[in-house]
């Protein structure tokens, strides 16, 4: 481990070099990717060099229980050779942990679209639930979530809400919702009180920069028309909103959240190239598919990952075979037990293939 970790922090040192050299910024793809590289690798050499120091206060420690005949400062040798070793055993794991292969996309913001599935209105109005949990876990987590396009149900709730969510590492914590979620109730509009089964989809997708992905704008076909949700004087009297079709792929996007026609296009035009990274993901997922499937994340959006079982109060994660007897909580935006349990399941499996 000492030795990646010295080769860790020659690299550290010498990215710091080429990220201040005056033609750093000429190519900023590659300085983009310099930035992330620089501030993955300073964390891990802060933490090497906490290593290295209780390393040294141990060895200092040992010296002088060593050599002093004082049974005093024996004692107290004692008591900080104990609590060095426990730092040195912590930071270790802590080490061991962030040395593990990272997604490259962890730290970028997210598009995260939910659409209703089968189970009618009822579909709807479990899609709109699941659209305020995210919206509370986002406020708990002290992220900002907007809202880009939406239209809803006839009896509540969303058929398709679609939203950016932008903070400190969003994907990290949100990549693992992505898939079927499926929801086990008697609905509002059940008269003999039976329990029915509903589904929603959830995806999650990474943000990327125009960097990333190269869109040829004579690829995509742009519509205009009249925006239909909350927008003031603006709604159904100025072509705000924005369709965008990319003709190659026959992928669409709408926006009409903002009351600028050029807003829109730039939120749409965020989604498109965000959906055409997800296929060049998937498509490099299928060919590591054949070698490894993930339990954890396998990306596929057709999966059933998760229930909400409301006459048992429960919610089962079926990846990791995890539940938890706290659903109000869970549907509140507490989601932070099942979002630990599957980070520490996905780096189990690094480790495993470490």
Same mark, same amino acid.
């Given at each position: $481990?000492?030795?990646?970790?010295?080769?860790?922090? !020659?690299?550290?040192?010498?990215v710091s070099q080429l990220? =201040? /050299?005056?033609?750093?910024?000429? !190519? $900023?793809?590659?300085?983009?990717?310099?930035?992330?590289?620089y501030k993955d690798l300073n964390k891990i050499v802060n933490k090497y060099q906490e290593y290295q120091e209780a390393n040294a206060n141990l060895k200092s420690a040992k010296e002088v229980l060593d050599t002093e005949k004082d049974s005093g400062f024996r004692q107290m040798a004692k008591e900080? #050779? &104990? +609590? @060095? /070793?426990?730092?040195?055993?912590? %930071?270790?794991?802590? +080490?061991?942990? $962030?040395?593990?292969?990272?997604?490259?996309?962890?730290?970028?913001? =997210?598009?995260? &679209?939910i659409r209703a599935g089968t189970g009618g209105d009822e579909a709807a109005i479990f899609a709109g639930d699941l659209f305020r949990m995210y919206q509370r876990y986002a406020e708990q987590q002290r992220w900002s979530l907007? #809202? %880009?396009? %939406?239209?809803?149900?006839?009896?509540?709730?969303?058929?398709?809400? +679609?939203?950016?969510?932008?903070?400190?590492? =969003?994907?990290?914590? %949100?990549?693992?919702?992505?898939?079927?979620?499926?929801? @086990?109730?008697?609905p509002a509009t059940e008269t003999q009180g039976r329990v029915h089964t509903s589904a929603a989809s959830v995806a999650v997708l990474p943000?990327? &920069?125009? =960097?990333?992905?190269?869109?040829? $704008?004579?690829?995509?076909?742009?519509?205009t028309y009249c925006s239909s949700g909350p927008g003031g004087q603006s709604?159904?009297?100025?072509?705000? *909103?924005?369709?965008?079709?990319?003709?190659?792929?026959?992928?669409?996007?709408?926006?009409?959240? /903002?009351?600028? @026609? #050029?807003?829109?296009?730039?939120? *749409?035009? @965020?989604?498109?190239?965000?959906?055409?990274?997800?296929?060049?993901? *998937?498509?490099?997922n299928e060919e590591i598919g054949a070698q490894r499937r993930s339990m954890v994340k396998s990306g596929d959006r057709s999966e059933k990952i998760r229930t909400y079982n409301y006459p048992q109060g429960r919610v089962t994660d079926h990846r990791i075979n995890y539940s938890i007897y706290n659903l109000s909580a869970v549907i509140d935006g507490d989601l932070n037990d099942l979002t630990e349990r599957l980070r520490i399941a996905e780096n189990s499996e690094k480790l495993a293939e470490e």
């Open positions: $481990m000492i030795d990646k970790l010295e080769a860790i922090k !020659d690299r550290f040192e010498e990220i =201040v /050299q005056p033609d750093a910024m000429s !190519d $900023m793809k590659n300085y983009s990717k310099l930035s992330k590289e900080e #050779i &104990e +609590i @060095q /070793q426990n730092k040195k055993k912590t %930071l270790e794991d802590e +080490i061991k942990e $962030m040395l593990i292969p990272k997604d490259p996309n962890d730290s970028k913001n =997210v598009i995260l &679209e907007t #809202i %880009l396009d %939406l239209t809803e149900g006839s009896s509540g709730g969303y058929k398709e809400i +679609i939203s950016t969510v932008s903070g400190e590492d =969003v994907y990290a914590r %949100l990549k693992f919702e992505s898939g079927v979620h499926r929801v @086990q109730r008697v943000e990327v &920069e125009d =960097v990333e992905v190269d869109i040829d $704008m004579n690829e995509i076909r742009k519509d709604v159904n009297t100025t072509y705000s *909103a924005v369709r965008l079709t990319h003709i190659p792929t026959g992928l669409v996007v709408t926006c009409q959240d /903002q009351k600028s @026609q #050029i807003k829109n296009f730039e939120k *749409a035009l @965020q989604v498109l190239r965000s959906r055409l990274y997800e296929i060049e993901l *998937a498509k490099q």
